[in-house]
């Protein structure tokens, strides 16, 4: 359950387009059309694939020139549809993996797959590359889901490929009318649909058991299987949370008011379109579909449209880089949560709690990057996906430049490092000569080339030739740049001089090293211009250690010399590269070196724990590592999170902080937290076999308690009350309403319920929600009673009692002004003016005839009772009254006639109890109850009176109210030797044994 965070604010002034020391690189796709370029994917190589909503598809090398490999020539273009997003298939560049790519675009088919807006589809494609590994087109497709698409916009927005195991992460727009209430819309409430969620499934299709709440193993590639969440409007952009199995991070875009971001866990409703942000959408809040759809997934961050952050939210991703200290953003950083808006313009950060169920640090409204200041080179541009560069840095497609952008800090940018400068002379006689430069960049920045030939001439070439004019000796310089840094380097240079030949002798350059394996090169140097002489070779190393996915930094070796290098592979730790540079100088001082790279042995570390805590290895966040076979890996984790006690490791260590030498194979180890979910968990069977595997770690929930996520349920704990479990339908209902933080930790495991019919759980409940309990059985489902409803359905015996079995979860009746339950038997029904009243039987029916709490009788004010007497049942109402007994059945009285019933005291009165309801007379003037002993007339204009006996039947013998007397104007009253009652136009008597009846 997230804590939201609503901001209310205007954006204020034009701030910085960026803060100091930041800036953003650019980097060419090839795309040319205006507002084209809507996605893209780095290849491990530090290139990139770009993809245009047009259709086109192309790839830019690492050296920044991009070329055009697939056009797709069945798009449906308009609005917002098109081609949408192209990520990498899982293990790209892995041995033996055929590398291929994941895109969503939305092609144009007719009816029945399509309709006037073309067919959403999903599909791998199979990426062909040249000699050179360079990427050179798409082949066949492989289409894993489609259906059709209903609107020009929010279709199939995001994929994401799970770097654990290859599943995909899909989410899909409502593919409804955003100028008006669309009842289509609704599609992302309901269970078999496609539409307003995220779906999780694997390669084929099938959704994924242990993550999504109603899969069917049967039914594997349903709907309701591949749902993993639901009630979402357009989730465009979104990730996985690096360290938070299962947890996605996404926004939401609004549709008038307000715009979200949302940690989406699993099984989460998300409330569109009964909610926006955190309140009800007016025009869909009263339909039917939206009844009880509570607002329980909150979006962690909301923000109104006229605060001027933007109305088109985009996901973004956590930063992870090391820091200011390994060249990547300064330390406060890490961990941020950076996201956009695409119509504001703006990106945006924000710090969240470790379990991302509150933000601790607000974004700004101004953003972090915006289109503010006069420096166009630092202005953000329209961001519509955000992804990691390779170096860890924040990169971003621009759509209104069609560039790749990506956000650099100086002050931790790294120089490039030139690898090798030299050059060879083709023909001394014409003084022709060969230049050559190779260099690295630390943080793969796009690198150029700028040659001083040192007789006033250059080139930008990476590797020019250059004809001198005079021999002599020249001083060539090459400067290599990263955009902010550069590096540069001499080569002296005699264009009439033959260049030395040096010949490197290396192992293959696929063998690998683990640490303290001998790493041996052998080199020999010879010049044309001195035969017979072997020349000195120096040789010189550096070790490049990347530390993490994005923390890489050098390592300068010790200089030697002789025809051999010979070291052992160092125990450096994580993934390091030795750098062999062998170096010789002939007479005329002419220089020439050859490089070559010992790579290691890797082998994938993965650490995990059962508490969700940070894991640290080698000193840099996360979980999963490549490390050098043999190098000694630090491994940590806190002694103590969230509650949760760091127990051992999984191999049997004891201390949290260890240390693993690399084996020489792919090693996994779990750190193991006890805690009391968990201690119970493992020393019960039965629960177990109840509730399957842990599928996510356990977190604390604020204020409330802490909570374990199983295949089949969930445990939830607080000091108060205990550990306990919840399943089946009744945890779908709890979920449904709120969760713990509406109706508290469960304060039972599910249990029977009195009488045995059915399964129920209690529940601590809150302040606002006291009491809470969930009933079930299988022909009324899993239903809420709480409150002062719940008190008094205890009262009646709960489901062993009159009631039965409640078959909804408390709501408001239709005019709110009261909550009700219905049950099997009657409903319970509250208001702050009646409190909590049962009504059951034949009194229910009965007051359902006449429209319940809407009909005259309005609501209830006592539960049903017995009357004194004990001969019959009665529930009183704000309108009336309904009495009932076998003989009479369930008669209600109202009004006037009620009043005066009352007043002759009620069912012990000469009438006794009522035998019809008020009724209107034949005249059509008044009003009239029968009882058991006789019957009160009502009239406008002679008020309520009874009538009853001999007088009462000689009344009706003669017409009732239309005989020549009229109404009753006094009830019966004694006279000198019998009875009297009047009437509007005379009056009947009973005296000495003898009816007389007197017509004025």
């Known amino acids: ?83 949408i997003t192209i990520v990498l298939g899982h293990n790209y560049g892995a041995a033996g993996v055929t590398p291929s790519v994941w895109i969503v675009r939305v092609r144009n088919v007719g009816a029945p797959l399509g309709g006037p807006y073309g067919e959403n589809i999903l599909s791998e494609f199979p990426v062909t590359l040249n000699a050179a590994g360079e990427p050179t087109g798409l082949g066949p497709e492989r289409r894993v889901l489609w259906f059709p698409n209903r609107f020009n916009t929010h279709s199939m927005d995001d994929v994401v490929v799970d770097p654990r195991d290859g599943t995909l992460w899909v989410s899909v727009g409502d593919s409804a009318d955003f100028t008006r209430m669309d009842p289509r819309a609704l599609d992302a409430q309901r269970r078999d649909s496609p539409y307003g969620r995220i779906m999780h499934m694997d390669r084929t299709g099938a959704g994924i058991a242990a993550t999504n709440p109603d899969f069917d193993p049967a039914n594997s590639h349903a709907w309701y299987s591949k749902t993993f969440a639901k009630g979402l409007r357009n989730p465009f952009r979104m990730s996985l949370h690096p360290t938070l199995p299962n947890t996605l991070l996404l926004g939401d875009v609004g549709w008038n008011t307000t715009e979200e971001q949302n940690v989406v866990t699993r099984g989460g409703n998300y409330g569109w379109p009964c909610w926006e942000g955190n309140d009800p959408t007016p025009e869909y809040r009263d339909l039917a579909e939206c009844r009880g759809v509570p607002n329980a997934n909150r979006p962690i961050l909301t923000y109104p449209r006229s605060a001027g952050m933007g109305s088109s939210s985009v996901g973004g991703l956590i930063y992870q880089g090391p820091g200011a200290t390994g060249g990547g953003y300064p330390s406060s950083y890490v961990g941020s949560y950076f996201f956009a808006d695409y119509s504001g313009q703006k990106i945006f950060n924000m710090r969240l709690n470790d379990t991302a169920t509150a933000v601790t640090t607000a974004p700004a409204a101004a953003g972090f990057a915006n289109n503010d200041g006069g420096d166009a080179s630092r202005r953000v541009g329209v961001p519509v996906s955000l992804k990691y560069a390779p170096n860890g840095d924040i990169a971003y497609a621009d759509l209104s430049t069609n560039q790749v952008r990506r956000i650099t800090y100086a002050s931790g940018n790294h120089a490039p490092s030139i690898v090798t400068a030299q050059y060879e002379t083709i ?77 490197l002798t290396t192992p293959p350059d696929s063998r690998t090293y683990a640490v303290g394996e001998e ?20 040789w010189t190393s550096i070790l490049y250690h990347c530390s993490g996915e994005f923390y890489c930094h ?42 070559w790279n010992a790579k290691p042995k890797l082998r994938a570390l993965t650490v995990t724990n059962n ?22 890996a630090g491994i940590s984790v806190p002694a103590t999170y969230n509650g949760a006690t760091f127990q051992r490791w999984s191999d049997g260590v004891t201390s949290n902080s260890r240390t693993l030498r690399m084996p020489d194979a792919d090693t996994a180890l779990q750190a193991r937290y006890s805690s009391a979910i968990m201690d119970r968990y493992n020393a019960t069977p039965a629960l177990r076999t109840t509730l399957g595997a842990a599928v996510g770690p356990e977190v604390e929930i604020p204020g409330v308690g802490r909570q374990q996520i199983f295949e089949r349920g969930h445990m939830y704990s607080s000091e108060t009350a205990g550990v306990h479990e919840v399943h089946g339908a009744i945890l779908a209902t709890y979920l449904a309403q709120g969760g713990a933080a509406r109706l508290g930790v469960p304060t039972s495991d599910e249990r029977d319920t009195p009488g045995g019919a059915g399964k129920m759980n209690t529940f601590a409940g809150t302040p606002a929600n006291p009491n809470p309990v969930i009933y079930w059985k299988p022909t009324t489902g899993a239903q809420l009673v709480m409150g002062s409803i719940q008190a008094q359905y205890a009262t009646t015996g709960t489901t062993a009692g009159p009631h039965g079995f409640p078959r909804n979860s408390e709501g408001p009746t239709p005019d709110r002004r009261a909550l009700y339950n219905d049950f099997e038997n009657g409903g319970i029904y509250w208001s702050g003016a009646t409190g909590a009243q049962s009504v059951y039987g034949a009194i229910y ?31 009183h109402f704000e309108g009336g009254s309904i009495y009932f007994s076998p003989a009479t059945g369930a008669r209600e009285i109202r009004g006037s006639i009620r009043a005066k019933w009352a007043g002759l005291g009620w069912e012990t009165s000469v009438l006794r109890l009522p035998t019809t309801d008020e009724l209107g007379t034949p005249d059509r003037v008044g009003r009239f109850n029968h009882f058991e002993g006789g019957s009160i007339y009502w009239s406008p204009g002679t008020g309520a009176w009874e009538v009853h006996g001999l007088i009462r039947d000689e009344w009706a013998r003669r017409g009732w109210e239309r005989s020549s007397l009229g109404y009753p104007t006094s009830d019966e009253f004694a006279v000198p030797g019998g009875r009297r009652s009047n009437f509007q136009r005379g009056y009947i008597e009973w005296v000495n044994g003898r009816i007389n009846v007197v017509v004025r």
């Open 1 to 83: 359950m997230a804590l939201p965070l609503a901001l209310t604010g205007p954006s204020g002034t034009a701030h910085a387009a960026l803060p100091t020391g930041f800036q953003i690189k650019n980097y060419p796709t090839g795309l040319s059309s205006p507002y084209d370029l809507v996605d893209f994917a780095y290849t491990p190589d530090n290139g990139f694939f770009s993809l245009g909503k047009r259709g086109r598809v192309s790839w830019t090398s690492p050296t920044g020139t991009p070329r055009t490999i697939f056009q797709f020539n069945d798009l449906t273009t308009e609005n917002d549809l098109g081609a």
């Open 427 to 503: 023909d001394p006689a014409t003084l022709r000569v060969r230049f050559s430069a190779t260099a690295t960049d630390l943080d793969a920045d796009l690198l150029t080339y700028r040659w001083d030939f040192g007789d006033g001439t250059s080139s930008t070439l990476q590797n020019p030739e250059k004809t001198y004019q005079t021999n002599g000796t020249f001083t060539a310089r090459v400067t290599v740049s990263d955009g902010t840094a550069s590096t540069s380097e001499t080569v002296t240079v005699r264009p009439g001089n033959r260049t030395p030949v040096l010949t």
């Open 519 to 538: 790493v041996r090169v052998t080199a020999t140097a010879t010049d044309e211009d001195e035969p017979g002489v072997s020349l000195p070779i120096k």
């Open 554 to 595: 050098r390592h300068p070796g010790a200089e030697t010399t002789g025809n051999t290098f010979s070291e052992l592979f160092t125990n450096h730790g994580d993934d390091t590269t030795l750098e062999i540079r062998a170096e010789t100088t002939d007479a005329a001082g002419v220089t020439v070196y050859k490089t």
């Open 611 to 632: 508490a969700g805590a940070p894991i640290s290895i080698n000193g840099t966040l996360g979980g999963t590592r490549q490390v050098t076979v043999g190098s000694d």
């Open 845 to 875: 029916g009965t007051w359902g005839r006449y429209g319940w709490e809407g009909g005259h009788l309005r609501l209830p004010t006592t539960s049903e009772m017995g009357t004194p007497n004990g001969r019959a049942r009665y529930n």
